[in-house]
């Protein structure tokens, strides 16, 4: 069985109430996440929400929530096409570095395999999560994932698209599905992150509370590292080991 124990994720809350939103977390201080995870007013994050984020306990056992202390929406960020979809939400500032997940900064490389993954948590005072949701998955070329999304065209440079599935349950445990929140690379028995979810296409007709035809597509990290690390003004752990390999 796969296992997350090498690797941290979280959630994003919001005014105290849990969400579907999973983080794509970069290290102890900093994930990213989904534009449409967040409120806007005017164009602008709405600073009338709080925002948490809440991390499991994977690579070093501890369960964790903060505050969030910064949002950095990419200032290319295109609502209508999902283009840029990157967030970056920063927490825990007034501590150190403990802990970074590994980054695989090229997508070009072929995986062992691809791991779409689905946390959830049961209670939010005790931080007790679930045992998380994943399939197991090859990352060749799917036409269909083409097909479904015409905006596609505007973000095949920087997003992934897979997981032609049927999703995993809600949070709140009803009858619609949700995609899975992020996407992992195997290589060598080492998990690295590829990408946070960014948006889903539908069938016509269809939607995630059906037994559906659909994709799911997600923000790569590999594309958007430089402007991660000009952010947070320091480096991330991309796994540098397999340029120039294969």
Known sequence: MYSLNNVKGGILVKDGKRTSCELGVIDSQSSLV?????????GKVSEDTQYEVYLDNGIDGKAAKY??????????YDSANHTNDVVIVQYNLGGKIEWQNIILPD????????????????DMDSMQWDTPKYIESSMGYNE????????????QNTVAYGNYSLGTPSVDLTACRVPYGIL??????QTHLIGVFSYAAISV???????VD?????????????????????????????????
Do not use: Q, W
């Not at 505050?67 to 290319?76: F, G, K, L, N, Q």
């Not at 992992?184 to 028995?189: I, P, V």
């Open 184 to 189: 992992y690379g195997l290589l060598n028995n």
């Open 214 to 246: 659909y994709c799911s597509y997600y923000a790569m990290y590999a594309k958007f590292a430089p402007y991660i690390e000009s952010v947070l003004g320091r480096s991330i752990n991309l796994n540098l080991n397999y340029f120039g390999e294969g």
């Open 34 to 42: 989904s534009a449409a995870c967040l409120d806007f007013t005017l």
């Open 205 to 211: 007709y269809e939607n995630l509370c059906n037994k």
């Open 107 to 122: 997508f070009s490389y072929v995986f062992d395999k691809v791991v779409y993954v689905r946390r959830s948590l049961l």
């Open 144 to 155: 269909r994932c083409m097909e479904l999304s015409v905006i596609y065209s505007y973000n």
């Open 67 to 76: 505050a969030v202390e910064s949002i950095t929406v990419h200032p290319a």
